[in-house]
């Protein structure tokens, strides 16, 4: 049974695997998109996602934690610098892995993560609007009841102008 392992090891010890780890988020973050395997980079995922979140307030104490990961100054103030402003108003999801096939020489399965914000090919044709959350669509909030209100009302001005017709 595999209770409380929730760590793929990589085949690395401890050290070895948190080096590679925080090598591997100073190369995303610098670069914007890296070719790994896809075991690598389920797990710089779970690596990376929790800086950016802290990377979205600017404090001296989110700086000091991630620069304790990631040990690199510049890929800290790039991440604080550039990444943070953009995702901003992302609720979590800053990565994505797009898997690439097998590698030749070994056959491993290779995959590519990026930052989610900073690919253009798939912002491109897509408008920029702030997107809103699961929990106002319910209705429970002003807000979601307005924009139901609003959904509402084209629709009963149909149904009236049909009424009027007949």
Known sequence: MRHGKKINHLGRKTAH???????????????????????????????VE??????????????????AKMRQKDAVAELFRTVAPKVGDRPGGYTRIIKLGNRL?????????????????YNAGKATKKKSTRRSRRGGTA???????????PAKAEKEAKKEEE
């Open 17 to 47: 695997r948190h080096s590679m780890l925080a090598n591997m988020a100073c190369s995303l973050i610098e670069h914007k998109r890296i070719n790994t395997t896809v075991a690598k980079a389920k797990a710089l995922k779970k690596f």
């Open 50 to 67: 929790p800086l950016v979140t802290k990377s979205k307030e600017d404090t001296t104490h989110n700086r000091r934690l991630v620069m």
């Open 105 to 121: 020489g070994d056959n491993a399965d290779m995959a590519m993560i990026e930052l989610v914000d900073f690919n253009e090919i």
């Open 143 to 153: 807000a979601g009841a307005e924009a139901t209100a609003a959904k509402a009302a």
